[in-house]
């Protein structure tokens, strides 16, 4: 399974952003797919997870309600809708793919992305 994230880039506080992740090598629907992001100096931190079918989804409580992330297993591709952005969302983005359910820790993710880089300015 390959994981390629893009969309990244500078925002402006209050802007939005959208992320993508194509993945390849298998079909998307079998795997739960989450966003995870790591500042300078920090662990990696759960932001978003969606079920395979997409019908169940779980958010950091420091991006709830102000991101989105869902699927389209047609395209094999999970996005990550972010809104209101804040200078203290700025980190690189990893999305992530494991078989099972919904889960926090990265530990527990199988297959990464590279990441992409999301800037915001104040």
């Known amino acids: 399974v390959r994981l390629a994230e893009s969309g990244g880039g500078l925002a402006q506080a209050g802007g939005s952003l959208r992320l993508s992740c194509a993945v390849s090598g298998r079909t998307v629907r079998l795997y739960v797919m989450g966003w995870f992001r790591q500042a300078p100096g920090q662990e990696r931190e759960f932001v978003a997870d969606?079920?395979?079918?997409?019908?169940?989804?779980a958010y950091a409580d420091s991006v709830k309600g102000r991101f989105a992330i869902s699927r389209d297993n047609d395209k094999n591709t999970v996005y990550l809708d972010m809104y209101s952005l804040q200078p203290e969302d700025t980190a690189v983005y990893f999305c992530?793919?494991?078989?099972?359910?919904?889960?926090?820790?990265?530990?527990?993710?199988?297959?990464w992305g590279q990441g992409t880089q999301v800037t915001v300015s104040s």
């Open positions: 969606i079920s395979g079918s997409g019908s169940t989804t």
């Open positions: 992530a793919a494991r078989p099972g359910g919904h889960s926090s820790t990265p530990a527990a993710y199988d297959y």
